[in-house]
Every structure is written in C-alpha cells, then in structure tokens.
C-alpha cells in the first residue's frame, strides 16, 4: 500500500466515525420516564386475581401528582410518583361513609393500592403490581354525546355549581345536528355542528308559555347559559358545556350515571 492510498483510507474511516458521532449527538438522550396515564379514567376489573364484587365500581385516575377514584363505596384520594415503571403511592385519604357487604373489598383495595410497585400499560389495560397481586383496570366507558338522554344536574352561578329540583326537567339530546329538549317550561331546539371538542349552537328557538316565577327563572338561567357554550366535555356519564374562557356553564347526566 502506498501512501496516498493510507492517506485516503484513514480520511475514509475518520469521515464515518463523524457521521456516526453526529447522528448519536442529534439522535439526544432517551426518555427516563415514560409519561404517566394522566387524563384517563380506569374502572377496576381484577383485584388480585378475582372479580370485583357484582354492582361496585372502583375506579382510578391520575393526574400530574395526584391519583384519585372511588373504592367502591368511599371515594379515595392520594399522591404518587412514576420513575420508569416504577410506582409508589403514598398519603391515602378517604371519606367516611358505611356500605353494606362492600367493606371488606374496599379495604382490601386500599391496602394493596398502597403496596403498589410498578405500573404498565399496555393493549389498552393498566396493570399496578403489588406485593400481594395486580391491580387490573381497563379505560371507563364514555357516554356518547348522540342520541343521550341527557339530564341536567347543575348550572354554574359564580364560582358554584347550583342545583334545584326542576333540574331533572330539563334536558338536552343531540341528534344528526339537531338539538332538542325541554328547558323546564317550554321546549327548545338549535342546530349544532361539533368539532372535536368545540361545540357551536345556532340560534336556540324555543316556545313561549308562562309556567310560574321559579321556573321561568331557571329556565331563563339555563338558556342564557346555553348561548354561551363554546365546547364540551364527557367524562363517563357527565357532560359538560363550556363557555370561550374553558370554564363549566352546564353539567348534565347520562341516565347510566345512577349508581356511580
């Protein structure tokens, strides 16, 4: 081999180690962490290798610190942190409230929620491993926003939600484009167009009879309220109807809400 053709070789091999430097440099350092399943829901369907007890309904939801849900009766609350896969669950609260033959179960939840090690996701099931069995769940079911009977169960008045008893009188359906209901005394519809989460409501016409003053007043409420919408939110069998800042005007209920 002569010189020039070391020369060119070593030039060679020198620009293949830049090339591969480079792409390792640009490529950046891989994710430690991957993200938690914030902004789902989950209901519970093993506890440590049996079914849930028939009519309960345990749930979980994480959010940036937080893990929330019911246990079956009490609701529960609590903090947690995700490094890699593994998963510790700590600073669990609860409410205070009897139910009937669900105790036990509820106990048993908590403890090993509390005992958790590690958390997967995978095929569309969450899996926390504990030390004394898993922890399945698979995502809640969403209430469709067509074709819903959808009842109200509050109206935003300031900072609060407020409800009344004429609130089960008033109603909502969406339909092909159309929404129909009764707003507590008259009856009233509008076009409506969804995209993704945005939702627009045409001119609402409604009919015009007089049924008393506190009616009439909630049903003022609950127009007027309706002319502000911007966007909608379904979160299991609640729906919610928002104004242009993000914030909750109208909640209502799908009729599969009883019991959860």
């Known amino acids: 081999m002569d010189m020039r053709q ?4 070593g030039l060679a091999v020198a620009i293949v180690l830049g090339l591969v430097l480079a792409a390792a440099c640009t490529r950046g350092p ?3 962490k991957p993200p938690p399943p914030v902004g789902a829901d989950w209901d519970l369907f093993e506890l440590a290798g049996r079914p849930p007890l028939e009519g309960t309904l345990i749930t979980i939801a994480f959010s940036q610190a937080e893990v929330t849900g019911s246990a079956g009766c009490n609701h529960y609350f609590g903090r947690y942190s995700l490094d890699g896969s593994a998963l510790s669950i700590s600073q669990v609260g609860q409410t205070g409230m009897w139910c009937q033959g669900r105790m036990e179960q509820e106990q048993q939840f908590l403890q090993l929620l509390t005992a958790a090690r590690s958390l997967k996701v995978e095929h569309d ?3 926390i491993e504990t030390a004394g ?7 809640a079911g969403q209430a469709a926003l067509e074709q819903t009977a959808w009842t109200l169960s509050g109206l935003a008045e ?3 939600v407020v409800s009344t008893w004429l609130d089960s009188e008033i109603t909502a359906r969406f339909e092909a484009g159309r929404l129909s209901g009764s707003a507590g005394c008259n009856t009233y519809t509008a076009d409506y ?3 993704g989460e945005t939702l627009t409501l045409g001119a609402l016409v409604q009919t015009k009879m007089a ?8 049903e003022s409420a609950f127009l ?5 919408v911007t966007s909608l939110s379904i979160r299991r069998s609640t729906l919610t109807l928002l104004d242009s800042a993000g914030r909750g005007l109208l909640m209502f209920q799908a009729p599969s809400a009883a019991g959860q």
């Open 6 to 9: 070391a020369v060119d070789g």
């Open 30 to 32: 891989a994710p430690d």
């Open 125 to 127: 099931q969450l899996t």
């Open 133 to 139: 069995g898993a922890l399945r769940f698979r995502p």
């Open 158 to 160: 300031g900072d609060a």
């Open 193 to 195: 167009r969804v995209a």
């Open 211 to 218: 049924c008393g003053s506190e009616r009439d007043q909630r």
């Open 224 to 228: 007027a309220a309706m002319q502000r």
